[in-house]
């Protein structure tokens, strides 16, 4: 996939959960969080994560990210839903 919002977001993942370079490159955007292992406080890192790269706030807590937020693909749908993707920038 060469959306670079996509490969940013995926590679913020992988280091978010210490996954080596092959795990990270299995991410798809159907990817589920629960398959990826993902606790509620590493989704709201991994949140809180790209605020802070992309400068946002991305208005979800942590109930609200775990019901909604259930692929990979959810959590690049909202973060394009706050602008991410017009001009990302790399983060990792």
Same mark, same amino acid.
């Given at each position: 996939?060469?959306?670079?919002?996509?490969?940013?977001?995926?590679?913020?993942?992988?280091?978010?959960?210490?996954?080596?370079?092959?795990?990270?490159?299995?991410?798809?955007?159907?990817?589920?969080?629960?398959?990826?292992?993902?606790?509620? &406080?590493?989704? *709201?890192?991994? =949140?809180?994560?790209?605020e802070?790269e992309?400068? %946002?706030?991305?208005?979800? @807590?942590?109930?609200?990210?775990?019901?909604? &937020?259930?692929? *990979?693909?959810? =959590?690049?749908?909202?973060?394009?839903?706050?602008? %991410?993707?017009?001009?990302? @920038?790399?983060?990792?």
């Amino acid at each position: 996939m060469s959306d670079p919002l996509f490969k940013d977001l995926t590679k913020l993942i992988g280091k978010s959960l210490r996954l080596d370079t092959a795990q990270t490159e299995g991410i798809t955007e159907e990817t589920s969080l629960e398959s990826l292992d993902i606790t509620s &406080l590493e989704l *709201v890192e991994i =949140l809180m994560t790209i605020e802070e790269e992309y400068d %946002l706030n991305i208005d979800v @807590d942590a109930v609200e990210a775990r019901d909604t &937020l259930n692929t *990979v693909g959810d =959590l690049i749908e909202l973060g394009k839903q706050h602008g %991410l993707g017009a001009s990302a @920038d790399s983060i990792c």
